[in-house]
């Protein structure tokens, strides 16, 4: 493939999906400037229960922990959603449109079509990642806090590393589920219930996915979470694979 | 080089048990105009879709442009010397005409840009307008200028006049004849079988996925004959026992034989008959299609 053709691949998967790109934008630095704009109400709480409330108790341990477990937490949450939706998409979508066929009749191979899509994608949600926990530092400006940048982006390394497979699973899901809500409706469903329900287990939580994303280990001691940023490679590739697999071989 | 822009052998396409083309052997001389007709739901599209390598063969074979249709790469590089208009037009509804334009040249080195000029000042093109908001007629007038200006050496076009007026009907026929003069071979399934009679040089007709006919299109007039019978009683029906009636029709005193072939034969079996008039007239297409198609 040309630069020239590359580039307009691009450039046609980023107009596709700019709009949902800029929500889930808006939704994660939302999300990221209520929570650490709720930390002094938070604090306050602490003081009337601070076993019932989780966000009071974290307060009550400090700002930087209120952020990682209160903050980060959700974000990686809603992060890992957000990129499978922002995944989803691609040829079977375009069949159901009617656009596929005239995509397919350019010199462009369905594999570097889905390649493309992949990148795209993975740089949405990289921005994603660094815009949410970009926010944070600044937010924590107007409470009084500070929260280093490269703190904070450091934590958005670590989930886009750990969480790369979340968003070739939303790319997986719709080459091989014919749609166009429903493989966003349902991967953003098996996300958040593959990182709620451990969470949930005793025991499991500290290996938990969601914890892995929110960077806990990091938290305690500054460990690099390695071997989850490795399975989430390594499945990252494995599925991509599968989806380039699974295209080769469909009608249009 | 190859003698057909288009060749496939016994290619058949089946969902489950439905078979939508079966053992299709097509060929599309090089720079040909060849019209391929068919009911709805005849194949056209599908056979079309293998042709492009959107959807995959069951069984069979295909070239197009020498490129074997069963390797993704050959295709793929075949592609760059196709246009294509699909069957519903859609194009991204995100995208103006003009970033459509922008995108679908940046695959084609032999864009001709002089031709996209005088496409969008004839068809009246809006460069700012998104194509979701183009009236279906826009749509394909978009879709063809995409086609035409690619600088291909084949065009494939799944019922190109679709939804188009009378003048623009008109235009887009003589577009298609000057890149065929240009040197282009064209590959159109239309329902329109006058707009095919205007500019085709081959006729191909497909029928619940079969090949029912192809050939030149002046080859297949000369072939064909109506045979009108008049006679001064009520017409002695028996069915005549010679090679090549296709059809044969008898309404009060008169009959009516559609012959594909062995004319002379066939119109002394008839004279035989001592009708009191006997006119052999030539045929439309549209008549032989309609008779291909009932016959199958």
């Known amino acids: 493939m040309r630069p020239q053709e590359l580039k307009m691949l691009w450039y046609k998967y980023w107009l596709e999906t700019r709009g949902g790109f800029v929500l889930a934008m808006a939704v994660l630095i939302t999300t990221a400037a209520a929570g650490v704009l709720y930390f002094p109400a938070a604090v306050r709480g602490g003081m009337h229960d601070l076993a019932l409330h989780h966000h009071a108790n974290a307060a009550a341990r400090g700002f930087a922990i209120y952020v990682r477990e209160e903050v980060f937490e959700k974000l990686a949450l809603l992060w890992a959603m957000l990129s499978v939706m922002l995944g989803t998409g691609g040829l079977l979508k375009e069949k159901l449109l009617g656009t596929a066929p005239f995509l397919l009749s350019l010199p462009v191979g369905r594999r570097q079509a889905i390649a493309v899509r992949c990148g795209v994608s993975m740089m949405q949600c990289g921005c994603l990642a660094l815009g949410a926990y970009g926010a944070v530092p600044a937010a924590a400006l107007l409470v009084g806090q500070s929260y280093g940048l490269g703190l904070a982006l450091r934590y958005a390394g670590i989930l886009l590393a750990a969480g790369v497979a979340f968003v070739v699973y939303g790319i997986l899901i719709s080459t091989a589920m014919e749609g166009t809500a429903w493989p966003a409706i349902i991967g953003a469903t098996t996300v958040f219930l593959l990182l709620i329900v451990p969470e949930a287990v005793k025991g499991i939580v500290r290996l938990a996915p969601l914890a892995v994303l929110a960077g806990e280990s990091y938290s305690h001691g500054g460990v690099m979470p390695w071997a989850g940023m490795a399975i989430s490679s390594v499945a990252a590739a494995a599925m991509l694979g599968l989806a380039l697999w699974v295209v080769k071989w469909q009608d249009f | ?296």
């Open chain 2, 1 to 296: 080089m190859n003698q057909f822009a288009i060749q496939t052998h016994a290619l058949t396409k089946s969902y489950g048990r439905a078979e939508a083309v079966r053992s299709l052997n097509l060929e599309v001389p090089d720079g040909s105009i060849c019209g391929f007709l068919g009911k709805n739901g005849a194949g056209k599209s599908t056979t079309i879709k293998m042709l492009l390598g959107i959807c995959w063969p069951t069984s069979g074979a295909g070239t197009v442009l020498g490129a074997s249709i069963r390797d993704a790469r050959a295709s793929l590089e075949a592609r760059r010397r196709i246009g294509f208009v699909s069957e519903d037009k859609r194009l991204y509804h995100y995208m103006s005409v003009g970033q459509m334009i922008c995108f679908t040249r940046s695959f084609y080195p032999r864009w001709r840009d002089a031709l996209e000029q005088q496409l969008l000042r004839q068809f009246q093109l809006p460069l700012e307008r998104k194509t979701g908001q183009l009236s279906k007629g826009m749509r394909t007038k978009l879709a063809l200028l995409l086609a035409l200006c690619r600088g291909a050496d084949l065009l494939i076009l799944d019922e190109p006049t679709e939804g188009l007026d009378p003048v623009a009907v008109e235009e887009v026929l003589q577009l298609l004849a000057r890149a065929a003069a240009d040197g282009a071979t064209i590959f159109f399934s239309s329902h329109q079988i006058a707009e095919v009679e205007q500019i085709a040089d081959r006729v191909a007709i497909i029928d619940d996925g079969r090949m029912l006919l192809q050939e030149s299109l002046d080859d297949l007039k000369e072939r064909y004959r109506r045979i009108q019978l008049l006679f001064d009683r009520e017409a002695p029906w028996k069915p005549l026992d010679v090679r090549g009636i296709a059809a044969a029709r008898a309404e009060g005193p008169a009959v009516s034989l559609l012959a594909s072939g062995n004319i002379d034969e066939i119109v002394a079996a008839a004279r035989s008959l001592d009708p009191v008039s006997l006119e052999v007239a030539q045929v439309n297409l549209k008549e032989i299609f309609l008779e291909c198609v009932r016959r199958n």
